[in-house]
């Protein structure tokens, strides 16, 4: 009987207790179980050098901003050139008497007015770079967007008589999907004649170095505008070491904002491979060590 009492008496406040106990206990158990598979998730999400890249690339309006602005000062140079027959966006390539030519602009087509970056994407959320194969996959299935302002741009001087040409290092079989892609968005193309020149195209120009191709555009045009995101769309000499590269690009100081306009691209380019001299066979590590030792940093508190 005084156990019967006992547990009688028990009862009711144990159970409530356990059961609060146990609550917590599970709640608990739930949260650290959550953070273990965040903490997990995070951990297998692998770090990219291109991740910041990229998302500003994709998402930010400052990406936007630059490239209207660099596209809306082209349309001013644009007028500027059509009014002045001494000018020329090639100098190098553009020689003999070319004043009453017909005019032209040329432009690079990967990240100056086609946006590739859902391919960089691809390569930051798969963990993988940069290969010919996957990279011509891409550009078959036509899933570049234009770059804000470039439709627009290229638009404007087509409307003032303005051949467009679009000199890029996509090769001879992706021309075809590169047709197409721009095509779809209204870029100015010629049916009757090729003005989307792509390496390999010529046997002169199986280099990737477009100054071939630029002089090609220049014999039967002027070239009022040249328009691009890497060094090596404005020259041929856009290798070597940073004091070497710095010091042909003072060397065109002229050019820059007038024939010459740059489309912001942090993505990739010859940038990123002079810190370790562009040897190509290095690791990952390697490479990621040698732009660190590139950069010039505050030495802290």
């Known amino acids: ?22 609550l ?52 001013i140079r644009l007028d500027q050139a059509l009014a002045n027959r001494k000018w020329t966006g090639v100098p190098a390539e553009q020689t003999g008497s070319y004043r009453r030519l017909p005019p032209a602009v040329v432009l690079d087509v990967d990240e100056t007015v086609l946006d590739n970056s859902a391919y960089q994407a691809w390569n930051v959320t798969a963990g993988t770079s940069f290969d010919p194969k996957t990279w011509t996959s891409f550009v078959n299935s036509q899933m570049s967007v234009p770059v804000p302002g470039a439709v627009e741009f290229t638009q404007y001087a087509a409307s003032k008589g303005v051949t467009v040409f679009y000199v890029t290092n996509r090769v001879a079989e992706e021309e075809a999907a590169t047709w197409e892609n721009l095509a779809k968005y209204g870029f100015p193309l010629d049916d009757k004649m090729d003005t989307i020149l792509v390496r390999g ?62 489309i912001a691209n942090p993505t990739y380019g010859s940038f990123e491979s002079t810190p370790y001299g562009n040897d190509f066979k290095l690791s990952d590590d390697e490479k990621r060590q040698a732009k660190r030792d590139a950069l010039t940093s505050w030495p802290g508190p």
């Open 1 to 22: 009987m005084p156990l019967d009492i006992e547990r009688k008496q028990k009862s009711p406040h144990s159970t409530a207790l356990i059961l609060a106990l146990s």
């Open 24 to 75: 917590v206990l599970g709640l608990s158990a739930c949260a650290s179980q959550e953070e273990e598979s965040q903490e997990q998730a995070m951990a297998a999400a692998p770090a990219n050098d291109n991740l910041n890249a990229v998302l500003w690339t994709q998402r930010s309006v400052e990406f936007k901003g630059s490239a209207m602005t660099a596209y809306q000062l082209a349309r």
């Open 201 to 262: 195209e010529k046997e002169e120009w199986k280099s990737s170095a477009k100054s071939a191709r630029r002089a090609f555009v220049a014999e039967k045009y002027r070239v009022l505008l040249n328009i691009g995101d890497n060094f090596s769309d404005f020259t041929d000499d856009y290798k070597g070491t940073e004091a070497e590269r710095l010091q042909v690009f003072e060397a065109n100081a002229e050019h820059w904002g007038k024939e010459w306009i740059v």
